[in-house]
């Protein structure tokens, strides 16, 4: 780590540097899905999710889910926990051109029953 460095994130996101992908399940659909997590904006992690996916049309902002995460390091267990959907952004020029990016927030340390 370069010296000098001075962290400008108003939010920590060590919780969210441990894990690699996160899956859901959307009930009314009767599927789970997983996606890779993303780190590229100053609102945090989220999940890219492409125009086309019928999931976009299930998720709204506000909404909390039992999500299973998958630690970077794979000789660690997954953990489940609560998280809400903090935004939905498409992405109109950036890497993920037309792709809407799904901002998580892991709601503190309460680790749920498997629900995926």
Not at 47 to 71: A, Q
Not at 72 to 83: F, G, Q, R
């Amino acid at each position: 780590m370069e010296q000098g460095f001075v962290e400008k994130r108003s939010e920590s996101r060590d919780k969210g540097n441990q894990f690699y992908s996160v899956e859901f399940l959307i009930e009314d659909m009767g599927l789970a899905y997983q996606f890779k997590i993303w780190d590229v904006s100053s609102r945090g992690m989220c999940v890219m999710v492409r125009p086309d996916s019928d999931i976009l049309s299930h998720l709204k902002v506000g909404d909390v889910l039992n999500m299973k995460y998958y630690k970077s390091d794979t000789s660690t267990h997954i953990e489940y926990l609560k998280t809400e959907i903090k935004h939905i952004t498409k992405d109109e020029t950036g890497r993920f051109k037309n792709h809407y990016l799904v901002g998580l927030s892991i709601l503190g340390e309460e680790t749920l029953s498997p629900a995926v």
